[in-house]
């Protein structure tokens, strides 16, 4: 956990959940403030079953993020019982067997598009890139572009009037290495964890082929992506988030430095989403 506070009471604790396509991203809310944030593997619904059973904060928190119990033997909550039930979840999920999953636990609130005050949205826009993009631009302001450099990479972009304008997707820096490894005869599986720094741009064997293949087109392509960006609006603002952020920005940092002063760097803009959609219609938690 990230910035551990402990709560007095647990009246105002809310708990947000974003289901990605391979990890579980948490945040644990005390009113407006994020008290603390973690990833998990997904979750059985036995798990979730025993989460709707709790009668304390801190037995909720070791049953999702078990390493909790590190903070129960430091002292734990001063009043952690719930005042009549499990605090409530606010889910944003893009895998829908999860979100089907998850309708176990008894204060479950699933946030949907309609939620999200974004103009021009699309209907198959992604929950996740919604609220991501609404919570950075609530955060520093529009316009706004958010790069999430996940299993997929994104783009999606609000002009000064919040509407959305569009966006790009194509395979993360993981997906292009597995493909390569996966559907090929005789190419090798490239581990990204294994390319901190940059490969020799023309390299003379195979992996480090593949390597900077993928790594300076997928840069170029950012790169190209954020200039016609300020194009549009020279004073837009650009944040960043998703599992390869760091190494993205490592990456930007080494080949196009002022491009990478420029990025704001924030792992929790999907709950700085969520938490302006709570705030701004207080009845969401009041009817859970």
Known sequence: MKSYKHPEQTENV???????????????FLGETLSSAWDTDYIPESVIQQMAECQTLDDLLEKIFPLHQRTKKQGGYADNSFPTSSPP???ASVVPSQTAIWQIYPNVRVITLDQVPLKGMYPTLGIDRALALWGAGKMWGFPMLVIDAGTALTFTVADDNQCLIGGAILPGIGLQFAALGEKT???????RQNIASLPPRFALNTTESIQSGVIYTLIAGIKDFIEAWWQLFPNGKIAIKGGDRTLLLNYLQALYPTIAVSLIVETNLIFWGMREIVMGDIAILNEL
């Open 89 to 91: 979840l606010l889910l």
């Open 14 to 28: 809310w708990l947000a959940l974003e289901i990605g396509n391979s990890r579980l991203h948490w945040a644990l």
């Open 185 to 191: 005869g005789q190419l090798p599986l490239v581990e």
